[in-house]
């Protein structure tokens, strides 16, 4: 019963690999977002979408690229990965929209690590 | 646009010591404002949170936190820290508009706990 999941926990792979990280929320959420954690433990927002619309893109290079097939679930797909690409992934979740807010839960992060 | 700043990278203190860590944030509106705890290798979870009403908010594992408009700081506290709170603790703030802005979050205080 896991609010917000993740997959793959852990994800190893070579330079110049595409890849796909997946999420999913149970809790009814409206929002969903790609956070980014570096190696020195600073979180960026990179996307949210907003009833599969794209709310904002933040300056992310195109090769990450989120999609998502309905309201609960939101994937990240890298292409070409770069060992810059190497960090912590976090998607998170949130009800509101019109002025209101309730939260954000995160998921428990994918670490990818390119070589 | 809104910014998070945790003066404190690091923070030893003893166990059963009390605990205050800093944060300030910069925001022309209301903000909404969060403490999230980072245990090594692991996801984001929420201590506390601050919408409105009383400025002194109750969070989980005894921590609670304190909003002052006038100084534009919401400092965790916790009267006495146990070894298990060594972890890292991030600051946040979202606007007030909605969640479609996520989370802007500062760089993070890690704690640590002398026996």
């Known amino acids: 019963d896991t609010a917000v999941s993740q997959t793959p926990k852990y994800l190893v792979t070579q330079m110049g690999n595409d890849k796909s990280i997946k999420c999913e929320q149970n809790?009814?959420?409206?929002?969903m977002y790609w956070y980014k954690q570096d190696s020195k433990k600073f979180l960026k927002i990179m996307f949210s979408y907003n009833n599969k619309e794209l709310i904002i893109n933040e300056t992310v290079p195109n090769r990450f690229s989120p999609k998502s097939p309905d309201k609960a679930h939101l994937n990240l797909h890298i292409n070409s990965l770069e060992l810059g690409d190497s960090a912590v992934y976090f998607c998170a979740s949130s009800l509101s929209w019109g002025g209101t807010n309730y939260g954000y839960t995160f998921g428990s992060g994918t670490r990818l690590t390119v070589v | 646009a809104q910014s998070v700043t945790q003066p404190d990278i690091h923070i030893t203190v003893s166990e059963g010591a009390s605990l205050e860590l800093r944060c300030n944030y910069s925001?022309?509106?209301?903000?909404?404002l969060f403490w999230y705890v980072q245990s090594p290798g692991q996801g984001l979870q929420l201590l506390l949170k601050y919408f409105s009403g009383d400025t002194l908010v109750q969070g989980i594992k005894g921590f609670e936190a304190e909003f002052k408009r006038s100084q534009s700081s919401f400092n965790l506290r916790k009267p006495s820290v146990h070894w298990s709170d060594a972890a890292e603790y991030f600051c946040a703030v979202g606007t007030s508009g909605g969640g479609a802005d996520g989370l802007t979050f500062g760089k993070g205080t890690h704690l640590i706990i002398q026996p």
């Open positions: 925001y022309g509106a209301t903000p909404y």
């Open positions: 809790l009814g959420h409206d929002t």
